[in-house]
T-cell receptor, first 113, second 113 residues
Framework: GENVEQHPSTLSVQEGDSAVIKCTYSDSASNYFPWYKQELGKGPQLIIDIRSNVGEKKDQRIAVTLNKTAKHFSLHITETQPEDSAVYFCAGVEETSGSRLTFGEGTQLTVNP | GAGVSQSPRYKVTKRGQDVALRCDPISGHVSLYWYRQALGQGPEFLTYFNYEAQQDKSGLPNDRFSAERPEGSISTLTIQRTEQRDSAMYRC???????????FGAGSRLTVL
């Protein structure tokens, strides 16, 4: 089955700086990679996703890049704000397998004002 | 409803008791998923349904765990003869169809004494 590893486990940045979180996956058949943001006391919420037919996707201050050859993908947050502080999870799945997402262990991002 | 609703939010039980956790998905969502999330970890897949049919239960840890969704809407996750190792946050998610964005509920935190 799929195995997703995520680094770093904690990340602290100053407001306005960029933050990068990296994930690797093991199953070359995986073709859908979402990123979820989990705030304290809440469930994970999708913030961006990418499919294997593209290498990069952007949504305002958030971008995700995918390297299929190396089997890794990354989340980039620019101009970080204190409200970006949360736990971020990457995940991967082969979509026809029924959306059984395999999650990474999470990254606690802290943005210091 | 507007979101995925789970109840109870908190459940404390004694070892050996049975517990039932309820999930009310977003209206019209075909697919419903159960995940378990230990503290400091990413969500771990348990099982999922399309309508009332259980499509994949390979993530259920053992035969003390079962789930049902008899009318294709509300789902119940039942844990029989609870053990301390069952203590975790149990999260339900739903999606419009099988290959789509998951919306998570706030979770049910189970503590087994």
């Amino acid at each position: 089955g799929e195995n997703v590893e995520q680094h770093p486990s904690t990340l602290s940045v100053q407001e306005g700086d960029s933050a990068v979180i990296k994930c690797t996956y093991s199953d070359s058949a995986s073709n859908y990679f979402p990123w979820y943001k989990q705030e304290l006391g809440k469930g994970p919420q999708l913030i961006i996703d990418i499919r294997s037919n593209v290498g990069e996707k952007k949504d305002q201050r958030i971008a995700v890049t995918l390297n299929k050859t190396a089997k890794h993908f990354s989340l980039h947050i620019t101009e970080t704000q204190p409200e970006d502080s949360a736990v971020y999870f990457c995940a991967g799945v082969e979509e026809t397998s029924g959306s059984r997402l395999t999650f990474g262990e999470g990254t606690q991002l802290t943005v210091n004002p | 409803g507007a979101g995925v609703s789970q109840s109870p939010r908190y459940k404390v039980t004694k070892r050996g008791q049975d517990v039932a956790l309820r999930c009310d998905p977003i209206s019209g969502h075909v697919s419903l998923y159960w995940y378990r999330q230990a503290l400091g970890q990413g969500p771990e897949f348990l099982t999922y349904f399309n309508y009332e049919a259980q499509q994949d239960k390979s993530g259920l840890p053992n035969d003390r765990f079962s789930a049902e969704r008899p009318e294709g809407s509300i789902s119940t996750l039942t844990i029989q003869r609870t053990e301390q190792r069952d203590s975790a946050m149990y999260r339900c998610a739903s999606s419009l169809n099988e290959i789509n964005v998951l919306t998570f509920g706030a979770g049910s935190r189970l503590t087994v004494l």
